[in-house]
């Protein structure tokens, strides 16, 4: 029996679990972070070299570090390596890897559309985002794969189509349960279908890490305007029940 293919995945934070969690089955996961602290029996904890010169390298680190990140692994990556990034915004981390990652080295953008805590029943039927970066080959190659290796109901987007869209679809989400989040403690006795449905939306991001937040309502170039036309839509209706 052949030897498992060797993944490095740079971020071990939750969604780095999940990542090493998942893909173990399928690669002998070599993971760097300066906060792990040693083997979990899904990945090897190494040094970021390690990580960087495997295969394939997937990066779980946070938008606002990525293009550090780029600059440290650049001379450590293979020829012909390939780059996978699984950040909340594309078009910032397409650019970046574009620009700063060696041309003989793919690249493909993905967003898993999904946490630890949407994920904590398995991948099966869960949604990842897959951008073309550097190569439409590739980004057609890691879309299969998530789809039948994984389960995963994959959307083949540009980083454009994808920012735009998350904008709204994260975007307003995050914002939302951070206000209710701020409004705890909330009823929790006489409460109804619909108040539950939105407290489980709010529990699904509630862990989240800062780092999170900041990439979908900063990072994300399309977020501020639908945040406006929020705010306006809300001070709409506002004045209409002042008045």
Not at 138 to 155: E, I, M, Q, S, Y
Not at 163 to 178: C, M, P, S
Not at 229 to 243: I, K, N, P, V
Request: with cysteine.
């Amino acid at each position: 029996m052949s030897a498992k293919p060797r993944l490095g995945l740079i971020g071990y934070g939750a969604f780095g679990k999940l990542t090493a969690q998942h893909l173990a089955a399928h690669f002998d996961v070599r993971a760097f972070d300066p906060a792990m602290t040693g083997d979990d029996g899904f990945a090897t904890r190494v040094d970021l070299a390690g990580a960087a010169g495997c295969p394939v390298v997937i990066l779980a680190v946070p938008v606002g570090v990525l293009e550090h990140t780029l600059v440290e692994i650049a001379p450590m990556l293979s020829a012909g390596a390939l780059v996978i990034d699984v950040g909340s915004v594309k078009v910032k981390p397409a650019e970046a890897m574009q620009r700063l990652l060696p041309d003989h080295v793919r690249i493909v953008g993905t967003h898993p559309l999904f946490g630890p805590q949407s994920a904590r029943d398995g991948l099966t039927g869960l949604r990842i985002a897959v951008c073309e970066v550097r190569g439409a080959r590739d980004a057609r190659r890691t879309a299969a794969w998530c789809r039948l290796r994984l389960g995963l109901k994959v959307f083949n987007v540009t980083p454009e189509d994808h920012d735009r869209e998350a904008a709204t679809v994260q975007g307003l989400t995050h914002l939302i349960a951070k206000v209710l989040l701020n409004m705890e403690p909330l009823p929790t006795r006489m409460t109804t279908a619909s108040f539950e449905r939105v407290m489980q939306g709010v529990d699904m991001v509630r862990h989240d890490s800062p780092a999170v937040y900041q990439a979908i309502e900063r990072d994300n170039p399309f977020a501020a305007r639908v945040r406006e036309r929020f705010f306006a839509l809300f001070d709409q209706a506002r004045g209409e029940l002042d008045g």
